[in-house]
């Protein structure tokens, strides 16, 4: 029988799968001694019980009752008591952490006897009506699903009666009247009283975390950072301990090291006389957490030790929320911190040195999407412009855009393809729509642990927040200037935002490229790089490289394009595409073979493209010196060589009219109609063309070797591979084959696995890879193109269903990610896993690679390290990415 619930002290931080991470994490600082209020966590297999029949599975009731007691008996209360009462939080936490998406209740447990017993047992009745009207509050929004502002409201209303500012200023008498007054609200909202029942309370509380997992904002939030739907939420229920108890009480949050650069130091944020969310919601301004050393000594102590404990533990950085009782330190949660893209470079360097971690665990401390980030422009320091303001650097990036005030406005401007910054006094999860569309975001208040600062840094978005200089006026859509009288910013006005250091700059600010991108490009020399940033990615480069077994290679149809591959650590070329080679001014010699008549039209046709392609090849092979390329032959259909067909027949159709008609457009007409396709895609391409179309093969297949020819003898060592695309049957690449066998022989070539000449097939067909052993007999190699075989397998035209249906797609579920984006594992990547075993099983040693743009994105990465292909190739830009993560996949999956 699946046991539903488990106490913090039977878990740890390997079962998060189970537990959630904040379950996993509290479990495991109860394991290291560390001071956790009692609790328990309900599984996430509870939760995926409560979706499947939409309720909670029938043993759950008792496992909590005996759970509950046991909390009961070591805190020596009992739930809701009218004298002296427990009162527990219920907190969700899945796998992931999402930010702001389940909301915590607090102080479940009070009602109108036990809110008494509170009061008496703690001498502070001010307390107890605070707690109780809490309670209500996150109750009702988040159990009852009411809008929160009819508390907020009826809060300042009471505030301002009072004629006072700050919450702390009620007296216990202003409290326990707001209660009531949310207890009419709630009436009137929901048709009933608020539970009264402390048990029911408990209860409904975890059944709305389960039901928050289904949340239109927890959906969004899942699908952007690609985690699936169907993990669920653990919900944890844990004994309360009050930082809003007394003056020597208090709760905040901190980082082990600063998650923006990656210096130690003493980081985070608190306030006395504060629950829950008060330090991050930015109610009052908090203190810096070194402050806490005069506000309460033996807590602060007490902290930096559990600090230094928990980064040793977790060997890494840990971000940590905790509450001072009546001077005695809480730990309420850890993990494992979110960081910008900088500081976990700088953070896995460090960790090396400090002897924490091996140089093989520091791969696993920096992820691609960190380098791609740092691959990012940055705003030209020697650019003229003043500052407007400066906030807090939240996460990095230099955005442009103008100012927008909210998430409507920052969708219209993103769908009309406009960069807009998003300005805001702080978010909250209902602006996660514009925080997604707006380039970036800016807010004028809230430190590193705010709402906007934690999303962005999530989502890689440039961010700056707690801007306090900007008094934001949402609701006449300006920003006016404190201390600077009359100087306002309009919607629509333009502003640069820096996230690195958290400069804003009114107008447009030019930008420049990162060091990093300089480092690769070989303009800054790691020893001598003035920023830190470049040495630390030299280093985690310069392990990564050494650990990967999968080779990179890049796709590169120009020889400045090969140039740059070679700066970013290509190996080789996987992919030149020879499709430009007859556009532009060739166009005219491509009609020409079309249109050719005559074996000797055909002939001289062919005769003058082939120079050109020789100049083409040269070039391409010179500068990859003596690497490996591959050249795929000609892919694409005749016909996007010609003119449209549209177009072309009403021209005609018209100089006829006119009487006037051009004979050579009339042909050229009849050549088009006759190429003309319903479905391209699947038509005359490829080696189809290249078997139908004399000459056409055999010109390129000569081109390529007469330049390989000049290359080699200007003593480069390099190979050619040669690549026949869209191959279904072994018969089709046999044709090809024997034909460029014979050219070769001409060039005194024997083509082969390991020779100078190669000649190989691209695996983009469903037919192929399903009969890979015997297409391997005649290939010298595979590369798999991954972008047609998701087309084929799929039977998606990417064209035509990224634009119209996948949104749709994305929103329902049907995958998490685009197939085009992230290898399709189930479908795609099992025809690869077959032909690669097929291929090799008939001819062993086979060299299989990638040559999609899948070979640069990270997931798709360690899936081919796992398929155990011997290269991936990408963009230049994207092969540092690629080499980044191939030795990530080494270490991680061995
Ligand atoms: P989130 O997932 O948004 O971080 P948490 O579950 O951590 O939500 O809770 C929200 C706030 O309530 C945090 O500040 C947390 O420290 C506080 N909190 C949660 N449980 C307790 C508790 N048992 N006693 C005191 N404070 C608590
Ligand atoms: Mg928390
Ligand atoms: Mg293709």
């Given at each position: 029988m699946t046991r539903y619930v488990y106490d913090f002290s039977e878990g740890s931080m390997e079962q998060k799968d189970l537990l959630g991470g904040k379950g996993a994490n509290l479990a495991e600082m109860v394991r290291i001694g560390l001071p956790?209020?009692?609790?328990?966590?309900?599984?996430?297999?509870?939760?995926?019980?409560?979706?499947?029949?939409?309720?909670?599975?029938?043993?759950?009731?008792?496992?909590?009752?005996?759970?509950?007691?046991?909390?009961?008996?070591?805190?020596?209360?009992?739930?809701?008591?009218?004298?002296?009462?427990?009162?527990?939080?219920v907190r969700s936490g899945a796998k992931f952490s999402m930010p702001g998406m389940m909301e915590t209740v607090l102080n479940i447990g009070l009602n109108d006897e036990s809110v008494k017993g509170l009061a008496a047992q703690s001498g502070?009745?001010?307390?107890?009506?605070?707690?109780?009207?809490?309670?209500?509050?996150?109750?009702?929004?988040?159990?009852?699903?009411?809008?929160?502002?009819?508390?907020?409201t009826r809060l300042e209303q009471m505030k301002a009666a009072?004629?006072?500012?700050?919450?702390?200023?009620?007296?216990?008498?202003?409290?326990e009247s707001l209660t009531t007054k949310y207890r009419l609200a709630i009436q009137n909202a929901t048709g009933r009283d608020f539970p009264q029942d402390p048990r029911e309370q408990l209860d409904m509380a975890v059944l709305a975390?389960?039901?928050?997992?289904?949340?239109?904002?927890?959906?969004?939030?899942?699908?952007?950072?690609?985690?699936?739907?169907?993990?669920?939420?653990?919900?944890?229920?844990?004994?309360?301990?009050?930082?809003?108890?007394?003056?020597?009480?208090?709760?905040?949050?901190?980082?082990?090291?600063?998650?923006?650069?990656?210096?130690?130091?003493?980081?985070?944020?608190?306030?006395?006389?504060?629950?829950?969310?008060?330090?991050?919601?930015g109610i009052r301004n908090t203190h810096p957490l070194h402050d806490l050393e005069a506000d309460s000594p033996e807590a602060y102590k007490e902290l930096r030790a559990a600090m230094d404990t928990l980064e040793h533990?977790?060997?890494?950085?840990?971000?940590?929320?905790?509450?001072?009782?009546?001077?005695?330190?809480?730990?309420?949660?850890?993990?494992?911190?979110?960081?910008?893209?900088?500081?976990?470079?700088?953070?896995?360097?460090?960790?090396?040195?400090?002897?924490?971690?091996?140089?093989?665990?520091?791969?696993?401390?920096?992820?691609?999407?960190?380098?791609?980030?740092?691959?990012?422009?940055?705003?030209?320091?020697?650019?003229?412009?003043?500052?407007?303001?400066r906030g807090v650097a939240a996460s990095p990036g230099a955005a442009v855009g103008a100012i927008v005030f909210d998430t409507a406005d920052a969708q219209a401007k993103a769908a009309a393809g406009e960069d807009c910054i998003l300005v805001r006094t702080e978010t909250n999860p209902d602006d996660l729509g514009g925080m997604i569309a707006a380039r970036g975001i800016l807010t004028s208040r809230g430190g590193k642990t705010s709402h906007a600062a934690v999303v962005a840094r999530g989502m890689g978005k440039t961010c700056v927040v707690g801007a306090d200089s900007l008094v934001v006026d949402t609701e006449n859509r300006t920003i006016a200037i404190r201390g600077e009288a009359g100087h306002f910013l309009n919607e629509g006005d333009v502003v640069s935002i820096?996230?690195?250091?958290?400069?804003?700059?009114?107008?447009?600010?030019?930008?420049?490229?990162?060091?990093?991108?300089?480092?690769?490009?070989?303009?800054?020399?790691?020893?001598?790089?003035?920023?830190?940033?470049?040495?630390?990615?030299?280093?985690?480069?310069?392990?990564?490289?050494?650990?990967?077994?999968?080779?990179?290679?890049?796709?590169?149809?120009?020889?400045?394009?090969?140039?740059?591959?070679?700066?970013f650590g290509a190996e080789g070329i996987g992919l030149t595409r020879t499709e430009h080679m007859f556009l532009g001014e060739r166009r005219q010699l491509v009609?020409?073979?079309?249109?050719?008549?005559?074996?000797?039209?055909?002939?001289?046709?062919?005769?003058?493209?082939?120079?050109?392609?020789?100049?083409?090849?040269?070039?391409?092979?010179?500068?990859?010196?003596?690497?490996?390329?591959?050249?795929?032959?000609?892919?694409?259909?005749?016909?996007?060589?010609?003119?449209?067909?549209?177009?072309?027949?009403?021209?005609?159709?018209?100089?006829?009219?006119?009487?006037?008609?051009?004979?050579?457009?009339?042909?050229?007409?009849?050549?088009v109609t006759r190429l003309h396709e319903s479905n391209p895609m699947f038509g005359l391409r490829g080696v189809r063309l290249g078997i139908t179309t004399a000459g056409l093969f055999e010109m390129q297949i000569r081109a390529i070797l007469e330049a390989f020819r000049v290359v080699r003898r200007a003593g480069a060592h390099g190979t050619v591979e040669i690549m026949v695309p869209l191959v279904d049957a072994v018969e089709e690449l046999d044709l090809v084959r024997e034909e460029a066998e014979a050219i070769a022989r001409e060039f005194g070539e024997e083509p082969g696995a390991g020779k100078n000449v190669a000649i190989g097939t691209m695996m983009e067909l469903p037919r192929a890879c399903l009969t890979a052993g015997r297409i391997a007999q005649s290939a010298d190699f595979f590369s798999f193109g991954t972008n047609?075989?998701?087309?084929?397998?799929?039977?998606?035209?990417?064209?035509?269903?990224?634009?119209?249906?996948?949104?749709?797609?994305?929103?329902?579920?049907?995958?998490?990610?685009?197939?085009?984006?992230?290898?399709?594992?189930?479908?795609?990547?099992?025809?690869?896993?077959?032909?690669?075993?097929?291929?090799?099983?008939?001819?062993?040693?086979?060299?299989?690679?990638?040559?999609g743009e899948h070979g640069g994105d990270p997931e798709s990465v360690h899936f081919f390290h796992r398929a155990g292909l011997d290269y991936v190739s990408c963009s230049p830009f994207r092969v540092p990415v690629a080499r980044l993560e191939a030795g990530r996949a080494a270490v991680m999956q061995g």
């Open positions: 956790v209020p009692a609790g328990f966590t309900i599984s996430t297999d509870a939760c995926r019980a409560y979706l499947r029949t939409q309720q909670a599975p029938a043993e759950l009731a008792d496992e909590v009752s005996a759970h509950l007691a046991r909390i009961e008996g070591q805190m020596g209360r009992r739930l809701g008591d009218a004298d002296d009462p427990l009162l527990v939080s502070n009745p001010r307390f107890a009506w605070d707690s109780y009207r809490r309670l209500m509050q996150m109750f009702g929004k988040t159990v009852l699903d009411m809008d929160g502002d009819i508390f907020e009072r004629g006072v500012e700050q919450d702390t200023e009620l007296t216990a008498e202003d409290l975390v389960f039901r928050s997992w289904m949340g239109e904002r927890a959906v969004l939030y899942r699908r952007q950072e690609r985690i699936p739907h169907d993990l669920g939420t653990a919900v944890n229920v844990q004994a309360m301990v009050f930082g809003n108890l007394s003056e020597d009480s208090g709760t905040g949050v901190c980082f082990t090291r600063d998650p923006a650069t990656g210096e130690k130091g003493v980081y985070g944020d608190y306030l006395m006389n504060a629950q829950g969310e008060d330090v991050v919601a533990h977790y060997r890494d950085l840990c971000d940590i929320e905790f509450t001072i009782e009546r001077g005695t330190l809480w730990m309420l949660q850890t993990r494992v911190g979110k960081r910008t893209a900088e500081a976990a470079f700088r953070i896995a360097g460090q960790l090396i040195d400090e002897g924490t971690i091996t140089e093989q665990e520091a791969l696993t401390r920096v992820t691609g999407a960190h380098l791609t980030a740092l691959m990012f422009p940055r705003f030209d320091a020697s650019a003229a412009t003043a500052e407007l303001t820096d996230g690195g250091t958290g400069a804003v700059f009114e107008g447009a600010v030019p930008v420049v490229a990162s060091p990093v991108v300089d480092y690769f490009e070989g303009r800054v020399q790691p020893e001598s790089a003035t920023d830190e940033i470049v040495r630390a990615v030299d280093r985690i480069m310069t392990i990564a490289d050494r650990e990967r077994r999968l080779k990179v290679r890049a796709n590169a149809d120009t020889p400045a394009d090969a140039a740059r591959a070679v700066r009609e020409h073979l079309i249109l050719a008549e005559t074996e000797e039209e055909r002939e001289a046709a062919l005769e003058s493209l082939r120079p050109l392609q020789v100049q083409d090849f040269a070039e391409i092979f010179t500068a990859m010196g003596d690497r490996p390329v591959t050249v795929r032959l000609i892919d694409p259909p005749l016909h996007e060589f010609l003119p449209d067909y549209t177009h072309l027949a009403v021209k005609v159709a018209v100089a006829e009219s006119e009487g006037h008609s051009s004979p050579a457009d009339v042909k050229m007409l009849q050549a047609d075989l998701t087309q084929t397998t799929w039977g998606f035209s990417r064209d035509d269903v990224e634009g119209s249906f996948f949104s749709a797609y994305l929103d329902k579920g049907v995958f998490g990610v685009s197939p085009f984006e992230t290898i399709d594992v189930d479908g795609v990547g099992r025809l690869v896993e077959l032909a690669v075993a097929e291929g090799r099983a008939a001819k062993p040693g086979l060299k299989t690679g990638v040559c």
